[in-house]
Nanobody, 124 residues
Framework: QVNLQESGGGLVQAGGSLRLSCAVSGRTSTSGAMGWFRQAPGKERAFVAAITWSSGSTYYTDSVKGRFTISRDNAKNTVDLQMNSLKPEDTALYYC?????????????????WGQGTQVTVSA
């Protein structure tokens, strides 16, 4: 069983930065990939970014390209999401998730383990 725990959320003004972290514990391996998703009030959960454990290949949704950076630390089993130039529309509950696929994928159906989420609120 894999356990995921997000941290680092909070309240920030527009233009500010936050760094989210996801700690992975339990049955871990060096294969597969990790993703970050977010869900705003009244909206469906949406893909944000993904990274493979082995090669570090990354993929971002268009709205965060150039502002967010996903990274992983294989030794610590953590995946971070550095968020810069935050906008009010980035406000959401952010989740990390794990997939066994060793490719970056935006499809939430490919992820089998999810964290509880961490709230990010960006004020105008």
């Amino acid at each position: 069983q894999v356990n995921l725990q997000e941290s680092g959320g909070g309240l920030v003004q527009a233009g500010g930065s936050l760094r989210l972290s996801c700690a992975v514990s339990g049955r871990t391996s060096t294969s597969g990939a990790m993703g970050w998703f977010r869900q705003a009030p009244g909206k469906e959960r949406a893909f944000v970014a993904a990274i493979t454990w082995s090669s570090g290949s990354t993929y971002y949704t268009d709205s965060v390209k150039g502002r967010f950076t996903i990274s992983r630390d294989n030794a610590k089993n953590t995946v971070d999401l550095q968020m810069n130039s935050l906008k009010p529309e980035d406000t959401a509950l952010y989740y990390c998730a794990r997939t066994t696929l060793s490719i970056v994928t935006w499809n939430s159906g490919n992820y089998y383990a999810w964290g509880q989420g961490t709230q990010v609120t960006v004020s105008a």
